[in-house]
């Protein structure tokens, strides 16, 4: 039987309540800062790869509440 998207939004944020996900986003934010640091960029390679690593970054930084706005416009979307 296939998740529904409600679902599988619902167990993610059961995911995001956990210690080790709260744990997991203060060492985002913390690699976040060192990689902002310019004195980081010795050259474009360099550039490109952490653009790439800040990507995935706020990617992870963002789910949260990404996933609280979707959940609310499906359930917004489908009345019980």
């Given at each position: ?10 167990d993610?944020?059961?995911?995001m ?11 985002l ?6 990689i ?45």
């Amino acid at each position: 039987m296939a998740k529904t998207d409600e679902q599988f939004l619902i167990d993610r944020m059961s995911m995001m309540e956990v210690e080790g996900w709260h744990d997991l986003v203060a060492d985002l934010k913390n690699l976040e800062a060192n990689i902002t640091n310019i004195n980081n960029i010795n050259s474009e390679q360099d550039l490109w790869v952490i653009k790439g690593q800040l990507r995935i970054i706020n990617f992870l930084l963002s789910l949260d509440t990404a996933t609280t706005i979707a959940l609310e416009e499906l359930q917004d979307g489908n009345p019980t």
